[in-house]
């Protein structure tokens, strides 16, 4: 039996002052994240070999480099019970220009782990040497359970505090895991990837009940799971990528996409009755992968089944991820992955770094009964206000929705993600009509959108309002009843009210539907 082996370097649980604040002090430049500025790690699976480089805030990081070479290491392994000999070569080739680029980009290491081809074959032993000759590389074997934790956590690095069951499908096992508060709790491993449905023998009739059977010793294990299913894997994003497709849907961003299981039902038919090149070409999926979706769709409907989830969400980060995760002590953990990300954005990119909070501040008042899942969007949408400042005027606005909309963002719905496109598109424009953007705002109702506009003309008033951090700031406040908007300008504030600042101001109150009433005061407490 292969060897298996829990990864190095886990991380101990930590504790540190309580910082949950938004706007506490920053994790990103601790020297315990800055460890885990960029990390790369490969995932040798059964189907395909990748590279990811991450980079940036740890806490939700981007992907300074993604590279995938599908190798079909576990093609014909249940007949030979070997890997899949040409899957080796290229595979062996993968990691081979994969070393070169890490040293050329200045790594330290690679982490490098195997999943269940490798796992699994008798010459993988043999595989793990050559590859350690050739390139150096160590490759860490990790079982089915250690790979099901890896890649709840994974999904715990995007939604930190979820709960539901994450399914993680690769090409030659699929494995199960819970997650609750934050936590990994039961985890089992099974056959159920496509490359060994593939093999068994008895045709689709003989498929079916072997994935009955095996579904019922997986609930056996886990008991009732009816929470969320997070779906993890390429072959449930294409099933995903076709959903898309099928019901015309328009934010290409898979990470966050949600599915009931009738949406899946009638996209497992539609897949049925498709021709699968045209479908394949239509939604971008490569041929390898799309081979092996029919399979797929048929663990997928077993699974909901045998489950029965409250909704469905696609997750993006798994396995990989989870190995970054892995690495980072508890109190970073603990932290909002949207709003890290975002205050690491604006210490690279505005142009006032710091200015994001003084912002929010400024603002509040308008927003201060929100409940807290808006609340936190409003944060994000201050720290970002100004990372977009150098594209060209005419598009800037533009280029902030789109960044927002699509940007490698945790912890965001995609309606939450068009919530925040929207407040800062209107954080450079009064209007949004007329943008190649429009068939996005219907994922938002129209208050949500209303709430949108106001925050982005009220983050465009207060844009103008830059002074020195020791000066007096003036204050806003608003009277929903009766419909009032009071601006309090201290000494300081004053020089700074000019024409544009005051044409802000009456656009935000116009959203409102607010009549305004402007003070001069001797200081912010008058």
């Known amino acids: 039996m292969t060897e298996t082996t829990t990864l190095p370097g886990r991380a101990a649980s930590q504790t540190d002052h309580p910082d949950m604040g938004f706007f506490g002090r920053p994790l990103f430049d601790d020297p315990s994240a800055r460890a885990l500025s960029r990390v790369g790690v ?20 981007a992907y300074f480099y993604n590279e995938k070479i599908m190798c079909a290491l576990g093609a014909g392994l249940s007949e030979s019970g070997k890997l899949n000999p040409e899957g080796r070569v290229r595979a062996l080739s993968a990691l081979r220009r994969f070393q070169h680029l890490a040293q050329g980009m200045g790594l330290p290491e690679l982490t490098v782990v195997a999943t269940a081809a490798v796992r699994d074959a008798s010459d993988g032993a043999d595989f793990r040497e050559e590859v350690r000759r050739e390139t150096g590389l160590r490759i860490w074997v990790i079982d089915g359970e250690e790979e099901a934790r890896l890649s709840a956590q994974g999904v715990l690095l995007g939604w930190p505090g979820s709960y539901g069951l994450v399914c993680d499908i690769g090409g030659s096992s699929m494995e199960l895991a819970e997650i609750s508060d934050g936590r990994v709790g039961r985890r089992v491993t099974s056959s159920l990837g496509p490359l060994k449905l ?184 201050c720290l970002l206000h100004d990372v977009s400042w150098r594209a060209h005027p005419d598009y800037r606005a533009e280029t902030c929705f789109d960044n927002a909309t699509r940007a490698n963002l945790g912890g965001l719905k995609h309606s939450e993600r068009v919530f925040l496109g929207l407040a800062l598109l209107h954080r450079y424009s009064n209007k949004r009509e007329g943008t190649r953007f429009a068939d996005l705002y ?27 951090q020791d000066a007096e700031r003036g204050t806003l406040r608003w009277f929903p009843k009766k419909k009032e908007l009071h601006l309090r300008l201290t000494p300081d504030m004053v020089p700074l009210f000019g024409e544009v600042a005051e044409a802000r101001l009456m656009s935000l109150a116009s959203s409102l539907g607010a009549a305004v009433q402007i003070k001069k005061v001797r200081s912010a407490r008058s």
């Open 42 to 61: 490969v995932d040798v699976g059964s189907n395909s070999v990748r590279l990811v480089v991450f980079d940036g805030a740890a806490r939700s990081p």
């Open 198 to 381: 593939r093999e068994l023998k008895g045709g689709k009739k003989g498929r079916a009940a072997h994935i009955k059977q095996t579904m019922t010793q997986l609930q056996d294990v886990m008991g009732k799971q009816r929470d969320r299913l997070f779906l993890v894997g390429g072959s449930w994003r294409a099933i995903a990528r076709i959903d898309m497709y099928r019901r015309g849907y328009p934010l290409q961003v898979l990470h966050e996409y949600r599915m009931t299981a009738r949406t899946v039902s009638e996209t497992v038919n539609f897949i049925q009755k498709a021709d699968l090149e045209e479908l394949r070409s239509a939604c971008g999926i490569s041929s390898a992968r799309m081979s092996l979706v029919p399979l797929a769709t048929e663990v997928l409907g077993r699974l909901i089944k045998s489950f029965r989830p409250k909704d469905i969400a696609i997750s993006s980060y798994g396995i990989r991820e989870g190995m970054l995760y892995e690495q980072m002590p508890q109190r970073l953990r603990d932290r909002d992955p949207l709003i890290e990300a975002c205050r690491f954005a604006e210490a690279k990119d505005a142009r006032m770094p710091g200015f994001g909070k003084s912002l929010y501040a400024f603002i509040h008042p308008i927003f201060k009964s929100v409940p807290l899942p808006r609340r936190r969007l409003i944060k994000a949408a």
């Open 442 to 468: 219907d994922l938002i109702d129209e208050k949500s959108q209303l709430e949108a506009e106001i925050l982005g003309k009220a983050m465009r008033f207060g844009a103008m309002l830059w002074m020195t």
